[in-house]
């Protein structure tokens, strides 16, 4: 049988009628109602299959009059026998945040109000029944149709729960997608205190001693307990991407599945002489495929994006799908404001090297601006780096980060083109500034440079005593895209010292840029902080390695920065200056 992916389709019920390709992750659903925790929450990158696998869950145990045994009896979840005897058994509360993504915590509570009154409407019929007091009703009428508090929406699924639950004679599943969505816009965007204390109400209220709940799920990119959101909720479980095996082939795909679509979407040919329609594409190899996309690893199992197999499978191509589609509000504004926290680590994950980090499950989204553990975290939460290793000592996780594959990969050097497009939105003002730089071009790199600083760089300086780290990751940053025909390096060892920022050829006869980067010092003026740049690039021979490697040109540049202003000189000019500025005194 052909797999045709249907691409976008998060509806179970609607991609199991249309026929589409569908890889069987029912049993997901027998794990979670023999798991004895009240609440599980799953974290995992965006699409992964969170969406669809709630539905899939809202579908099974949800009680209504429809019989939807034809969606599953080719499922593994109807070869469960305990499974089964959940099927269609329970009121079912299912609301998504995803699509929260505001900038104000007015328009937020707005968005939330919406879904609340969908969820409402979907149950009006218990207006019907003999179960709501005259008191009730009058609120339920109110949640439809009137004016929806605050409170109103901290309580709506404990109330309406409790409706549900007393009419129906059983329990009530609530599942929740996306629930960190509102809460990263409001880190981005002001509001933080505000939507982080909305929600610690909202899910106490629906999730904590709740008598009327049967079943909690709740999936997200971020677990972020640690800003107290689930304080007090000591029935929630979580299953980490790092060390639950239980869920680890439940969202993603494993290798053998990727192998079994990429073979059942292969073109069948038809009969010869007989008019078709045109073919689908044929599909990569499962090596390609592997380089492109393979590299996550949960739960020691390795995992592959289903959103980007599904839509190589589609197209019969091997393109950068996931990441054209993920959210990158919050990296593009760790990039802006710290360089996405390069230093020597970063660079050796774009070089393909793992690096060994601390990582904190409980992320705390405060933290990004100031702990670099957490900023890893983040990025492996995300989907941008994976773990080759983990280990545990003494409740300490250490782990062994790298960028996964060729996908995520490219989607750096993406991410700091789309910056430096901000900060520079004439696509000739980019190429400029790489211009200028390659070629020895200081006044121009400083204008460029100084441009971009006024335009998308805080110069609040996170690195504390160490300015410099600011500014040396804002460049390294730029000098991503020149990946392919240069080497970039930073702080490598050339001559008798570390140069700053090295650009050698990948090939001789190109030119090489050496690069020294300053703050000035207390008292120290700009033009003083470039002549000893200079001399440090002179007197240690950072040049030294780019004409071994038969770079020719090779530019010698020092740069400078205070706050959003930039100096850039040529090495001689800035010795020339320094001497003159002697003679003059």
């Excluded at 495929?289 to 739960?299: E, M, T």
């Excluded at 970063?346 to 100031?370: H, S, Y």
Aim: proline share 5%.
């Amino acid at each position: 049988m052909s797999f045709v992916p249907a691409l976008g389709q998060s509806d179970f019920r609607e991609l199991r009628r249309a026929g589409a390709g569908y890889v069987d992750k029912s049993s997901f659903i027998g794990q979670l109602l023999a798991d004895p925790a009240h609440v599980v929450l799953f974290p995992r990158p965006r699409r992964f299959g969170k969406t669809l696998n709630l539905s899939t869950l809202a579908y099974f145990l949800g009680k209504r009059d429809e019989d939807l045994s034809p969606l599953f009896q080719d499922l593994a979840v109807w070869s469960d026998p305990a499974a089964r005897a959940h099927f269609q058994q329970y009121p079912v509360l299912f609301l998504t945040f995803k699509d929260i993504k505001t900038r104000s915590y007015e328009t937020t509570l707005d968005a939330i109000r919406t879904e609340v009154r969908r969820l409402y409407s979907q149950h009006q019929d218990l207006l019907q029944a003999d179960v709501l007091r005259a008191d009730e009703k009058r609120h339920y009428e109110h949640m439809l149709v009137g004016e929806i508090t605050e409170e109103d929406c901290r309580q709506s699924l404990r109330e309406l729960s409790d409706y549900l639950a007393r009419h129906h004679g059983r329990k009530v599943a609530i599942l929740i997608d996306e629930y960190d969505t509102p809460i990263q816009s409001g880190y981005l965007n002001g509001f933080f205190d505000e939507v982080t204390l909305f929600f610690r109400n909202f899910f106490s209220a629906a999730l904590k001693d709740n008598p009327s709940l049967f079943k909690g799920a709740l999936t997200g990119v971020l677990r972020v307990a640690r800003e107290n959101l689930f304080s007090g909720l000591n029935n929630i479980v979580v299953s980490s991407i790092l060390s639950d095996r239980r869920y680890a082939t439940s969202f993603g795909f494993t290798e053998a599945e990727v192998a079994t679509v990429l073979e059942q979407a292969r073109p069948d040919g038809g009969p010869a002489g007989q008019s078709a329609p045109a073919p689908p594409p044929e599909p990569p190899r499962l090596d390609e495929v592997r380089a492109w996309y393979n590299g996550y690893l949960f739960g020691g199992q390795v995992i592959y994006n289903p959103w980007s197999i599904l839509n190589c499978v589609a197209s019969g191509a091997l393109r950068p799908y996931w990441v054209n589609t993920a959210s990158t509000d919050l990296l593009q504004d760790l990039i802006a404001r710290r360089g996405l926290g390069f230093s020597g680590e970063t660079e050796a994950l774009l070089r393909g090297e793992p690096v060994e980090a601390r990582i904190d499950e409980n992320l705390v989204l405060r933290d990004l601006d100031q702990q670099p553990e957490a900023l890893w975290s983040f990025l492996l939460f995300a989907g941008y780096l994976t773990t080759t290793a983990v280990r545990e000592e003494l409740g300490e996780i250490t782990a062994s980060l790298a960028i996964p594959n060729i996908e995520v990969r490219v989607a750096y050097r993406d991410l700091f083109r789309s910056w430096l497009r901000r900060g520079l939105p004439e696509r000739r003002h980019a190429e400029e500034l790489l211009r200028a730089l390659l070629g020895g071009d200081a006044p121009t790199l400083e204008a460029l440079l100084e441009r971009l600083l006024v335009t998308v760089m805080s110069y609040q300086d996170p690195a504390g005593r160490e300015p410099e780290k600011l500014y040396h990751g804002f460049v390294l940053g730029l000098l991503v895209q020149l990946e392919g025909e240069y080497d970039v390096r930073s702080h490598r060892e050339s001559g008798f010292g570390r140069a700053d920022v090295l650009v050698r050829p990948r090939a001789p006869g190109r030119p090489g840029v050496v690069l020294e980067l300053k703050v000035p010092q207390r008292d120290e003026t700009p033009e003083q902080a470039l002549a000893a740049a200079a001399r440090q690039v002179r007197d240690r021979r950072y040049a030294a390695e780019l004409v071994a490697a038969g770079a020719t040109p090779v530019h010698e540049l020092v740069a400078v920065f205070d706050g959003k202003r930039a100096w850039v000189r040529n090495v001689d000019e800035a010795l020339s200056g320094a001497m003159k500025g002697r003679s003059q005194d």
